[in-house]
């Protein structure tokens, strides 16, 4: 609160407040970029908007907005249409449409030719000013819920609920971004399992590849992000891991797995081979780490399998 109140200070000096600068992401709470004039409103959002637990962006200028619409990948955007030109609109229109971000658009004019231009532009819901504090979170709120449920759809995988391969470049474009801390992919491929089926079904091959899911969850940390590649291929991102302490937490979860107890009539074991990759130049495509990582599972799998290699 101390910098935006700072911010304040200098708006009254006569300079333009960068509220930007001081953003940090931290864990992981909803993004929303405030884009507003009036500093005061600012200032109370934010307040109350990180009491609700999400990382508010306030900007006080439409090209602060389009740039950080980059920088940030925002979860919701409030954006004040008085304050845009057709031009600037018809940027937010083309970044409306081609991420999932709901808009939240406000005018001091609550004349119809405004709403139907905010709707038009992409908005998802529409709110003259003033606006009340209170109905203002409850709103913001309704389209962040939304967007979560959406992407529940469309980024979860149906059969493990651990994430599908399409959140995998988002994610990683994410974790990259905050380039503050090493990043390690591995692939995870469960042995054998072809026979799992052969000799269980595929039910039971269902199952086993549910439970192998919510074994990772349960194991890994909570920086770390699990994915389903596809079949019984799983990629983990270690978040601020370096190589040696991806590869010995992945023995670990090697060691553990392989002790677990299946039945299906009888009792029954898996195992599975990783390979593991550090990402070391955040410059070359992700493509790139996931081969690394995937000629080491290659290797672990010729090496006899149950094992890690980078
Ligand atoms: P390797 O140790 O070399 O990895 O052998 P593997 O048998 O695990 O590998 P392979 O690629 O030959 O077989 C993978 C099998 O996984 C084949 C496929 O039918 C099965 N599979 C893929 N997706 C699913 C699924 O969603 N459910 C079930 N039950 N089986 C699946
Ligand atoms: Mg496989
Ligand atoms: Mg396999
Ligand atoms: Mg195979």
């Known amino acids: 609160l101390f910098d935006i109140i700072e911010a304040c200070y200098l708006h009254v000096e006569g300079e333009i407040p960068d509220f930007s600068r ?19 409103f600012l200032m109370e959002a934010k307040e ?10 306030p900007v006080v200028s439409t090209e602060k907005a389009i740039g950080l619409y ?16 057709d031009e600037e609109l018809d940027s937010f229109k083309q970044n409306l449409k081609s991420h999932y971000v709901p808009a939240v658009m406000m005018s001091a004019d609550r004349s119809k030719e405004v709403r139907v231009k905010a709707y038009k532009v992409g908005a998802d819901d529409f709110m003259a000013k003033p606006v009340d504090m209170d109905e203002f979170l409850v709103r913001v709120d309704r389209q ?8 529940s759809l469309v980024l979860i995988d149906e059969l493990t609920h651990v994430y599908n391969r399409k959140y995998l470049q988002q994610a990683y ?5 905050q380039g503050d801390r090493q990043l390690c992919v591995a692939i995870l ?7 799992v089926n052969d000799t269980y079904g595929h039910l039971i091959g269902d199952q086993v590849l549910r439970e192998f899911a919510g074994y990772l969850k349960q194991k890994v940390g909570a920086q770390d992000i699990i994915f389903r590649y596809g079949g019984e291929e799983f990629v983990i991102l270690f978040h601020g891991a370096p190589l040696h302490e991806a590869v010995a937490r992945l023995n670990v979860l090697r060691e553990d797995f392989s002790l ?10 898996c195992t599975f081979s990783a390979g593991v990759a550090e990402i070391t130049d955040p410059g070359r495509p992700f493509e ?14 010729e090496g006899g399998r149950n094992r890690v290699k980078s």
């Open 189 to 195: 491929d469960i042995d054998h399992f072809k026979k």
């Open 260 to 269: 677990h107890t299946f039945f299906a009539g009888e009792a029954f074991s």
């Open 288 to 301: 790139h780490w996931l081969g690394l990582a995937d000629t080491a599972l290659y290797e672990a799998k």
């Open 48 to 57: 109350k908007g990180e009491a609700e637990g999400w990382h508010v962006v």
């Open 173 to 177: 474009s994410r974790l990259k971004d």
């Open 144 to 151: 962040l819920q939304r967007k979560k449920h959406l992407e």
């Open 22 to 40: 001081k953003y940090e992401r931290r864990g992981e709470g909803p993004v929303v970029l405030i884009m507003d004039t009036d500093t005061h």
């Open 70 to 85: 980059y920088d940030v990948r925002p979860d919701c955007a409030i954006l004040n249409v008085d304050m845009a030109d």
